[in-house]
Structures are given as C-alpha cells and as structure tokens.
C-alpha cells in the first residue's frame, strides 16, 4: 500500500516537473521569436534608413520615366509617343514665345498668330499711355511740393489743388497696373489655346462627324416694351444668331 501511494506521489511529480519544463520551454521560444520579430522590424527600418536622398531622387525619377511610356502596365506604341510629345510642346513653345505653339499646332496658325501680336502690341500702347500719364501727374505734383505750390506743366495749369494731382495719378497708376494684368492674361491665354488646340486635334478625334453652322435669323420679340428699339421692331420680329450643331 505504502509503495503504491509511494509511486503515485512519484508518477505527480514527475508529471509536475515535465509540465512545468514544457511551459518554461514554450516561454524561452515566444521570447526568442519576439526577439527574431524585432531584429527584423530594426533591420527592415535600417533599411529604409540607408536610402539617401539622392538614391530617393532617383528612384522618383525613373518612376515618372516610367510613366512616360507604360500606361496602366500597357507599354504604349511609337505613335502614342509622339502624340504626346506633340501636344506637350505646343504648350510650352508658346509659354516662351507667343503664337510658336499655334505654328507648331498648324491650322488657322496664320490667323491666330497676328490676333495674338495684335493684342500684345495693343496691351503695350495702352500701358506706354498710362504710364506717360502717371509721369505727368508725379512729375507736377512733385515739383509743386519742392517749390510751395509752384506751377511748371502748361497742361495742368487748371489743377489747382493738390488733391486732384493726387487722384489724377492714383488713377493713372490704377490703369497701367491694370493693363500690365489683363496683358498677362492674354498671354497666359495664348498658353491655354495652344494646349487646348494640341489636345483636340492629336488627342481626341475631330472628324465630319460633326458639323456646326453659324447663320442670321429672325426670332419673335416677346417683349413688346422693345419694339420700338429696332427697325424691325414694328413687325414683332428681332435679328439674331442661329447655331445648329448636327452629329452624324
């Protein structure tokens, strides 16, 4: 009896002791495999750090080289190519000279060329006025308040007050700036035509599939209060524009 509780107590604590090996074993292995985790997190990050930043500026750019001839991983032809590069020059020749990228585009370029030149060299003549005016207006106004009031210019003889020199070129200074803007703008007007012309005929197809017509018409005059505004008025009828876009 003695030598059965004997044993049993003996098979507990060995069973005991093996359980308690395992639990420490599997701890040791869940402390080596977090350790694994993050030598390999530190050397992922490591790696990430090693990249400088001119190998950074060179991977960005042969992405976007990339770009340039896979779309969507669809390696693109020759003739897509070129169409591209045609549509991005014409932009750009006109950003450095106005009315390059409308010759580039080809088309109406010879009627688009002079409006263009055309507008530059009025936005000129009318800035060179307006600043001939501000000059005028300073020059007088500073000479009056060097000499107490002193009239020089014949012209402004009749500006008695400073005030009105002072508003004079205010309004003078108002209208150059003015112009200087609206000139840019029609620079920058230029750029946005000769983009929009390029992706039109090399980007899309515009074939005679569509038509447009442009023509002189006659429209009922609803309101009759302006009748009498017109020479056709008495007819109840006024001039106008009609445009039919027909699609085959």
């Known amino acids: 009896m003695l030598s059965l509780r004997a044993q ?24 080596d495999t977090l350790a694994l985790s ?16 001119k190998e950074r500026r060179a991977r960005e750019k ?12 669809i390696k693109k032809d020759s003739a897509r190519l070129e169409i591209e590069q045609i549509s ?29 030149y055309g507008g530059l060299v009025t936005g000129y003549v009318v800035f060179d006025y307006w600043q001939w005016y501000y000059k005028k207006f300073l020059d007088e106004l500073d000479y009056r308040i060097a000499n107490n009031g002193d009239r020089r210019d014949p012209d402004l003889i009749n500006y008695v007050n400073m005030e009105g020199l002072v508003q004079q070129k205010d309004y003078g200074r108002r209208n150059r ?37 442009v023509r002189p018409t006659l429209m009922p005059n609803v309101k009759t209060t302006l009748a009498g505004s017109h020479a056709l008025g008495g007819f109840g009828v006024a001039p106008g524009i009609k445009l039919t876009m027909n699609l085959n």
């Open 88 to 116: 991005r020059t014409a932009w750009k020749r006109s950003l450095i000279l106005p009315g390059w990228g409308q010759y580039t585009n080809k088309g109406l370029w010879w009627v688009k060329v002079p409006i263009i």
């Open 177 to 213: 700036d003015l112009t200087i803007l609206i000139t840019a703008g029609f620079w920058g007007l230029n750029v946005v035509e000769a983009y929009v012309d390029s992706m039109l005929k090399y980007r899309w197809n515009i074939g005679s599939d569509m038509t447009m017509r």
């Open 8 to 31: 049993e107590q003996h098979t507990i604590t060995k069973t005991t002791d093996t359980t308690a090996i395992d639990t420490v074993k599997k701890k040791v292995a869940l402390q």
């Open 38 to 53: 993050v030598d390999s997190l530190e050397a992922v990050q490591d790696t990430v750090k090693k990249e400088t930043r």
């Open 62 to 73: 042969a992405e976007k080289e990339r770009e340039k001839y896979y779309y969507k991983d």
